[in-house]
């Protein structure tokens, strides 16, 4: 039998007012706030850790990727603004446009870059536009569009509930070290990745699970090297990272993959299953049983991988690696068949790599004033393991930052906003919001109009 402790209500001085409130720091809550700012709001910006980033930077997933249909480049925005500013820093690595294709020459150019289409069923897998990044680089891009864009930010405020009078959001509390702050705004964006916002407001969803990965980098490593040994024993080194895949328990094809630092490698594993992102305890219990096996497999690695024999634990990320956890189910639920379908929708904000976001998968229902953006946007459980790469999700959060400044503009609810009008500032800021479909995708029919 359970226990509860009934606790007095929680007084919480209010520090802040803003039009928008953008609760969760990584990169489709910064899109988001950016966005905002820009669109001409005044934006606060909550983050529960030191730094920004989510899982771009404390989960450390390394590379950009799905953001291409073919040769197109569908995901644009602000995310290019953080390809080009990590690039000049010498942070960022991609494949020019004349490489972007399937060759042995290719493959051995970047594939440990990660810059190949996943997606592509050829061998070797054509090179694409992908890009290789590094984790403090992008901490240090975040907090330059931050500044720029005049954001008030909060680190150290790990929401903790929503502030709902009549069925509307009017705010947010956070639990800081100085106790319960609250603050307060017309409209609030739910990049949490785990809709720890719109759940506690009241609005449905569905709640299911998959991969959990803690991922980790090695210094030490001459990539020349291994990479050579490769080539050169293709057999013998498969059967070396067969043996490594088997000890993590579960990882991708390439379980490392180079970064713009030289000599060090990330590894985006061990993969688990089994563990709910949204349970203390399953966290717990998941970060012991990562660290258990990284452990076990580090000796193996230096003494059998050609190229890893001064290799050692540089970093473990400071965020496990959730991807699923809680998901919104709004004013349109995206399927397994409108992804593969590539189905398109009047009102797409949002284009991910050949599969388009309607702004009806941002809107929460029941619960007014209050947007959803990234990982945990409105689709069924399957959809969502295809359509929640990080680009995308950033593409989603400026979508959602530039709905909520309009609505304050405009003075109107955000589920009355025009999609049409989201589609434009995007557009003006940079971003393809999918308004036009690509030629592979599949458009519905307007309804006959009966005399």
Known sequence: MSQTVSLDAVEAPVVQRSD??????GPAGVSAAVAAARTGASVTLLERYAALGGLASGGMVLVLDDMINGNEITVTGIVDEYVER??????AVYPPAEDRYSS???????????????????????????????????????????????????LHSWFSRPVVQDGAVKGVVCETKSGPQAVMGDVVIDTTGDIDVASRAGAPYAQDSYLVTLVFRLGGVDTAAAERFEQENPREARAINRKIKRMLGGAWELWWLKTPVPGVVWCNCPHMTGFDGTD?????????????????????????????????????????GVRQTRLLQGEYVVTKDDVTSRRHFADSVARGRDYYTPYRALLPRGVDQLL???????????????????????????????????????????????????QHRMREQGADPGDVPSENATVDQPEEVVA
């Open 20 to 25: 928008v409130i953008v609760v969760g720091g």
């Open 86 to 91: 990590m690039a000049k820093l010498g942070l």
């Open 104 to 154: 042995p020459e290719m493959w051995a150019k970047w594939g440990r870059w990660g810059a190949f289409d996943f997606h592509s069923h050829t061998h070797p897998k054509p090179i694409c536009y992908a890009v290789a990044f590094d984790p403090d680089g992008w901490k240090r891009v975040s907090n330059d569009l931050v500044r720029e864009s005049g954001i008030n930010l909060r």
């Open 280 to 320: 203390p305890v399953s966290l717990t219990e998941a970060e012991f049983e990562a660290r258990a096996r990284i452990g076990a497999v580090l000796d193996h690695i230096k003494a059998e991988l050609p190229g890893f024999g001064n290799a050692y634990l540089l970093d473990v990320a400071e965020q496990m």
């Open 372 to 422: 959803v953006a990234g990982r945990h946007y409105s689709a069924t459980p399957e959809a969502q393991r295809m359509s929640r790469e990080i680009p995308p999700c950033m593409a989603m959060g400026q979508a959602a930052g530039i709905a909520a400044a309009t609505a304050v503009e405009q003075g109107v609810l955000v589920r009355d906003v025009d999609p049409a009008v989201v």
